[in-house]
T-cell receptor, first 108, second 112 residues
């Protein structure tokens, strides 16, 4: 069965720090991978997606993610976080399988 | 603006009752997925409908059922409500079953 694991439940960073959120999935076939973000009081929205091609994908607001097929991973990164990045981040496989989420708190 | 709308936004029901939640998908999307999001958890996949047919189901009992209509809007029905059914119910539409999902704002269901 498909599953998605996000290893960090809550990450606290200071502004300008670098971010990496882990995501591993278990699925044997071709996968489409997503990162979604949920800002406080708002609904889930797409941050970035990987379907095929260049395994390093860039999304909105300076986020990027790298698909490493051999490791079944799709980690999210940002070189320098801002206070406005405080949100919950969800990794997903296809349109049905979400990880438990990682809460990111950025301190000003 | 995602274009996915859900109704109602909040709902309080008594244990044992039945509830119907509604979702209008984004224009051009023929796939609708429903999720349950408990407090502090990620969305849990309930089921997905593609062109009016169920196209996958998560680990939810049969008292969770759904429909998709010809205009691709959808309903989630839950019978014999239990206290643990209290959660945010999210609807998402997509162009196919494996593309990005666009979420509605959710329906907050409280079972007392």
């Amino acid at each position: 069965a498909q599953s998605v694991s996000q290893h960090n439940h809550h990450v606290i960073l200071s502004e300008a720090a670098s971010l990496e959120l882990g995501c591993n999935y278990s699925y044997g076939g071709t996968v489409n991978l997503f990162w979604y973000v949920q800002y406080p009081g708002q609904h889930l929205q797409l941050l970035l997606k990987y379907f095929s091609g260049d395994p390093l994908v860039k999304g909105i607001k300076g986020f990027e993610a790298e698909f490493i097929k051999s490791k079944f991973s799709f980690n999210l990164r940002k070189p320098s976080v801002q206070w406005s990045d405080t949100a919950e981040y969800f990794c997903a496989v296809g349109s049905g399988r979400f990880g438990a989420g990682t809460r990111l708190t950025v301190k000003p | 603006e995602t274009g996915v709308t859900q109704s109602p936004t909040h709902l309080i029901k008594t244990r044992g009752q039945q509830v119907t939640l509604r979702c209008s998908s984004q224009s051009g999307h023929n796939t609708v997925s429903w999720y349950q999001q408990a407090l502090g958890q990620g969305p849990q996949f309930i089921f997905q409908y593609y062109r009016e047919e169920e196209n996958g189901r998560g680990n939810f009992p049969p008292r969770f059922s759904g429909l998709q209509f010809p205009n691709y809007s959808s309903e989630l029905n839950v019978n014999a409500l239990e206290l643990d059914d209290s959660a945010l119910y999210l609807c998402a539409s997509s162009m196919t079953e494996n593309t990005e999902a666009f979420f509605g704002q959710g329906t907050r269901l409280t079972v007392v």
